[in-house]
């Protein structure tokens, strides 16, 4: 038996965060709310004597011919050796055999527009439609990649983005304006960016809120993807009680590593708060938004679904292109 | 970057069931004892529509330069298709920067070796240092591996064996005979393989007892290592009640997924029974047997510190011996 082996490279020349791929999650969202599919909890492995950590993800989804085992790793004294502090790799398994099929070397590449390509899924139906003007607190490669994503859906006419580091906002907006060719302003403020905005993305790995409830404007949709661990919050939690519609990934996930942690912690919502999972908005068993007054918040926390989905698509392109070495097991 | 492919052959090749093998696992079992190891649960996925399932194991173990990820399959409706059951391979990650050293192609090698490696360690530890008769129960590959494994700590001299299938316990007494260049022989009844040894394993993935407590005879050790999941079961509750000493690989796992689990849910033994870890064998703060009369129980569950361990000393030698593809990712 052959096993085939993609880089980064080739995954990124097959796999783009384009209407495909964000086709691809929204049905693994669906296929997720369906039911029968079989998604263990996130392995974290703690390393702190190496100030290192890894995060497991998997997820069996009917329908898909094969399934994905996705590790990540942040090490965040690798920029002191000149490396980067993320890197990964999924493993794409047959759903019929359970035999490896390929290995998949992206170093977080596919991680990124998957997760990007779900924030895009969440302004699709959450969204109003005539959402002209985004906001995005954060300016690392979410706030870009989110933002690009957000594009394909809405019609986006300008940007406003804030950062803790201004003159990284500065910087987002001078080659986010030129590579989107419209208008992308910083702000020095994050009210000065949510207040105005249709749609507002957050993207900090901050631990205390970065978006205040007050902020909040009628007809606004927020989507909240920086939290991904017990120790990340980045709204207000006032800000999920304000929300008319709350939408999550994946309900016990975000009680656990998501906004709703922080939410529910403070007490600011209930444990049993009435929330709208994203495949019950792409398998129409849900709307995000009844109407164009209503504030929503979506709390995303990366799901295996979304690795399962974004695996097995580059896998069929970069087969179809003769990508990849073959090497036998 | 680059990184390293090795495939079966070339692992089979670098790695073998012998006393560096076994004094690897030993050390990752003290590794596991003195602390500072880092082992999340076992993640297990169950896809009962494909008759399937996968277990990924993984274990940060201090001192060891990486670390593994290792995902096993059981796919049962593949000897149908003409394919084996099992498949698997193993991650080995830079334990100082979190990248992908290397892809182990293994289809479940090195699982092989490892599980058997264990054995000749409890054995090392527990059993009477005059073992001359083993007794085994099942016909499997690793009735075969932990006779082998036995052989290298004991000077065994006759293998008893029997098995659910009296065809194949016959086929094996032929085989192991050949192979082992000593005695081997079947025995239609389990009671007359536990009975004459001075040392017994069990190698089956029965749900029910195969050895039963009465067949027990003083100064005799046995390890368990059929069961690795919470429905398995190999060793009547009452043969953990009976033994002198009863030891585990890891406690928490074993409450869970092996003997230990039947035992304490009969109520045999009580939920706090004193048990000894493997790794506090190794590191010598705790001894197998204080006598030639004592009964000795070990309950073998499989660990991520065994598999970091051997991963780790197959990468080593096989580099060594320039093996592997490099693919740059």
Redesign the interface.
Known sequence: MA?T?L???ELRDCVRLDEETVDAVADAFTALAKG?V?M??I?????P??N???D?K?A?V?GFDS?A?K?S???FD?PK?G?PSL???M?L?N??????RA?L?D?GYLTDVRTAAAGAVAAWHCAREDAKVAGVLGTGLQARLQIEALMLVRPIEQVLVWGRDGEKAKAYAAEMSERLGIDVQARAHGADVVGPADVVVTTTPSTEPVLLAEWLEPGVHVTAMGSDSAGKNELDPKALAKADRLIVDKREQCIKLGELRTAIETGTVPEDVAVTELGELTSGSAVGRDSAEQITVCDLTGTGVQDTAIATVAYRKATSKGYG?S???
Do not use: C, W
Not at 95 to 100: E, K, L, N, P, S
């Open positions: 096993i082996i880089n980064e490279r029968g079989v263990p909890p392995v974290h492995l703690h390393m004597e190496k290192g950590e890894m497991v998997t069996y009917p399934f085992l590790v790793t942040g090490f690798n050796k490396l890197s990964g790799l493993n398994i759903a019929d055999t359970g035999q490896v290995v070397l170093n070495v090497v036998e097991t």
